[in-house]
């Protein structure tokens, strides 16, 4: 297949992504079976690997196996997809245990810790185990080699500014990402970290009890992870920040008052008016936003386009506009230790990309 080739198959699979995940509950759907029906083996492979960098293949999955067996016999993929989904399933029951067995540790130990992120998709699970602790980091990297046998990873000079070490853990693929007193690409966000475990709340999953971040908290985090640092989304983000709003689970108000006091509330804004615009274009209607949410959102779902598997916010003038916002306020609050670290993010970002350009990798560097 050529690259447009590639391409134009990629773009097809997450259109049909969208549409099975956030599409009309009440639709019939012909038209998405019959493209899904009609897939390649080729282009279903591709379907399953964008579900997968998505972080939404088993909700993906069981939607298009509920949708073949809705069908008068099934196609030639639902044995494949049965098959991909009972392996993803299998990975995440591993990893599940797991990381219940390190948050047991660590407050059996005295160390306070919260999962950030990573549940944040379930049932769905992320490619690595994200977790936050405002222990001492070398008690803490003590900690997992003395107890879990870990491996540190080597860091980059973006782990370095961030405050984040990477542990390898026996018998687990994924990587055990360990977020120590900061957060933000470089660190910057300690006003978030400071009250982040007081925030947090319990989660059950499996029968096994975890300590996650509050709502507030966790769509600040993928604000930072979506518009400050990677600037695109996963389809993940968007259905699992559609099902807060409409759940009603957002006190919008708090939300703000702690984004304004981190200086990303524009940040924010723009993030749920692309999520409730992104939603709106598959589904007809989108989740109501307040006006508070609407006035402060400098753009939406207008400026996002597809690229490369994923949603991509433009960089130029969008988010380097956000970035510009909240160096500021940082300033302002006087904090010039965190703003010190927010303006070496342009330096290290054009590392990364002339690491990527000279060498094939931006390793070690972002």
Not at 10 to 17: A, F, I, K, V, Y
Not at 122 to 127: A, E, F, K, N, Y
């Amino acid at each position: 297949m050529t690259d447009q080739g590639a391409s134009s198959s990629r773009r097809e699979s997450m259109d049909c992504l969208s549409q099975l995940l956030l599409g009309p509950r009440n639709s019939s759907r012909e038209e998405l079976k019959q493209r899904l029906f009609g897939l390649s083996q080729e282009a279903f492979e591709d379907f399953l690997e964008l579900a997968r960098l998505n972080h939404v293949i088993v909700r993906g999955l069981e939607a298009l196996i509920g949708a073949e067996r809705g069908e008068r016999g099934s196609s030639d993929h639902t044995e494949r997809a049965q098959e991909a989904l009972e392996s993803e399933q299998a990975r995440i029951h591993t990893a599940i245990l797991i990381l219940h067995e390190i948050c047991r540790a660590f407050e059996v130990h005295g160390h306070r810790v919260v999962v950030i992120k990573s549940l944040d998709h379930w049932p769905d699970l992320g490619s690595d185990l994200d977790l936050y602790t405002d222990s001492n980091p070398k008690d803490v990297c003590r900690f997992m080699v003395e107890h879990f046998h870990a491996a540190l990873a080597p860091r980059s000079w973006g782990d370095r500014l961030a405050c984040k070490w990477n542990f390898f853990i026996p018998g687990l693929p994924e990587a055990i990402e360990i977020h120590m007193g900061r957060l933000g690409q470089t660190g910057e966000q300690a006003v978030i970290a400071s009250s982040l475990v007081e925030r947090s709340r319990r989660m059950q999953i499996c029968g096994q009890t975890f300590p996650v971040t509050s709502i507030a908290d966790r769509l600040m985090i993928s604000t930072l992870q979506r518009m400050y640092r990677h600037f695109f989304f996963r389809l993940c983000d968007v259905v699992d920040s559609a099902q807060l709003m409409e759940a009603g689970l957002i006190d919008y108000e708090e939300l703000h008052g702690q984004a304004v006091q981190a200086g990303i509330w524009e940040g924010v804004a723009a993030y749920l008016k692309i999520v409730a615009d992104y939603v709106k274009a598959y589904r007809g209607s989108s989740p109501e936003l307040p006006q508070i949410v609407r006035s402060a959102a400098r753009f939406g779902g207008e400026k996002v386009y597809y690229g490369n598997a994923f949603l991509r916010v433009p960089i130029m003038p969008q988010s380097a506009g956000l970035y510009r916002t909240q160096l500021a306020g940082i300033l302002k609050k006087g904090e010039l230790q965190n703003s010190a670290r927010l303006s070496l993010l342009p330096w290290l970002a054009t590392a990364a990309v002339l690491g990527q350009k000279l060498t094939g990798s931006d390793k070690g560097i972002w």
